[in-house]
Every structure is written in C-alpha cells, then in structure tokens.
C-alpha cells in the first residue's frame, strides 16, 4: 500500500509526486516555506525515506569494505555519505549515515531499501553484523542548519553542514509537528538542495553515473581506501582519465511560466530545440531569491560560457564540476 505521511493531514499540504509522493510537497506557499528554511525556522518530513540500520561489534569494519567512504574508525555522533557502487564503478546506492556507538543508522530513498539489504546481506559472511529495515519504526525529518529545536536525548541525529536529519520514531511524527512548526514542504527542500549543488541519487544520476560526474568524490568517496566494489575505476578515473559528464548548475530564463523537468534533453541554444542532445536536466525548481535554478548532467567537453536550452527555456551555466 503507498505510504501516506499523517503530516499529509495538515492545513493545506498539497502531495508531493514521484519520487518524493507520500509527503506534502508544499502547505500552500513555496517562496514562504524555502525563507523558513534559510532563517533556520521549522521542519521538513523526509518519512517517506527508507531507513536502515547496521549492528553488532563488526558493523564498520565490515562496512568500510563495502562502502566508498572512510567509516572503519567513524566517531560515534560524526554523520557521513557514502556511495555503492557496481563492478563498473557505477553509483547504485547513495546512503546518509551516522553511528551512535553501538548501531549504524542510515536513511536512503524511498524504497531503496530492499535492494541495498539485498545486497548487504549477501555480504554478512563471517561478519559479526545484523542488517534491519527500520522504516516501519523510525521516520526522517530535517531541521535546518540554524534551527535551535530541541530533540528528546535519546534522539538520534545525523548532523551535516546543511541542517539535521532526525531518526524520528514514527509514534512521534505528529506531537514533533505541533511542537517544531512550521512545517515545511520537500519543494522547497529540493530547491535549497539545487542552490546548494548537492546531487542526489535518481535525480542527478542515471544507470552509468559514476561518482566523479557529480561532485561526490571527497564528500561520499575516500580516495585514499580500497576494497571496496568499483574501486578500480573509482582510481583509474581520478589518476588518469576524465569523467565523460559533469553536473552543472543553470540560471533558467524566468520570463518562461513552466520549468524543465526530470529528463528534458539539454542543447546548445544555437542548435534550437532539434539539435544535438549534450545532456539532461536533473532536478529544476523556482527558488525564492534566484529564480527558476537546475541542475544538469552534460558532457564534459561541453564550453562554459554557451547558452543552453533546458527543454525549451534559455539557461546560462555555472560549473559544480569542472570539465
């Protein structure tokens, strides 16, 4: 059955649709919720995320093998991304975690989980670990950087430069609401996400991403670990080659009433709408300051100082990637 956030229950919540349906995607007034955010006021309800949690006393040995980043010595309290990739460095799982001391706890996509325990439970071996999908029993909500909201002590939080993403038990969803408003809708959240430059997985990424393309080497892949799948073209590329793509961030032409959408195909303005495809839009969203603002996959040979056709609207271009 579809989940369906109780939060959805809230004046004027308005859903959010794939992939972010089962949470409001604004209560009635965008540009008042994204100011909210960037004061540091109210909450996001991220529920609809999969949430997944790792214990026993080998859980970040074990997971240092599998994951891109540097976890085998993680401080407990000290939040991290951290990548899957396949045997061809392809990126199939992006995850968010943080360690309490005795458990890991990460949260991903929304439906992600069953795969990516599939795939950790083929690994367990002789490993002293217990992997468990936990999104039935914990919910994520963010709080943004700033926010003083005070959470119960028992809480568990993974901090980020950009706010705080709560490990929520969901029997508490709604008394949180009513004490941490206002709520805020996850439109607003992508728009500060595109501002920020920070991809995210089935968005920015397709099925041959590779982590150098969006930026997220350093912040989600430790360059100087190995053993983990995908790792050699992780290297190869860093030390050798070049990614063949790069995200971009685009200033869309705001005179336009509709904005891009997930898959349009980006070309050169002077090319028109029937020239060759360089890439594709990933998220798009009208923020409350700069306008309508994307992000986009493109290729790396493309030049950064030509006009760009996003769909049918205008875009100029600033480099997240260097080409």
Partial sequence: MPYASPLLALPAAVEADAPDAGVAAHYGDLFREQRSLA??????????????????????AWLHL??????????????????VLSAKGH????????????????HTEPGAAEALIGYLEGMKFFYRVEVADRTADFAVVYLPAGSIAELEPDTTVLQTPHGRDVFLPRARLESFAAQHGPAVGVLAHEALRVEGHRPRLGRETDHRTIPHELGWIGSAVHLEKGCYR???????????????????FLHLDGSEVKIPEHGDPVRL???????????????????????????????????LDVELLAGDTLAAQEAVVEP
């Fill in 91 to 106: 990126i199939e799982h992006a995850v968010h975690l943080v360690d309490d001391g005795a458990t890991t706890w990460m």
């Fill in 230 to 248: 995908g790792q050699e073209t992780v290297a190869r590329v860093h030390n050798l080659g070049k990614p063949p793509r790069r995200l971009v």
């Fill in 39 to 60: 004061r540091g006021e109210g909450f996001v309800d991220l529920s609809h995320r999969d949430v997944l949690s790792v214990s026993g006393e080998d859980r970040l």
């Fill in 66 to 83: 599998l994951l891109t980043q540097h976890v085998a010595e993680l401080p407990a309290g000290h939040a991290t991304e951290a990548l």
């Fill in 269 to 303: 303005s002077s090319d028109g709408p029937e020239g060759r495809q360089l890439g594709f839009v990933t998220t798009a969203a009208r923020h409350y300051e700069l306008g309508p603002i994307a992000l986009a996959l493109v290729k790396r040979n493309v030049p």
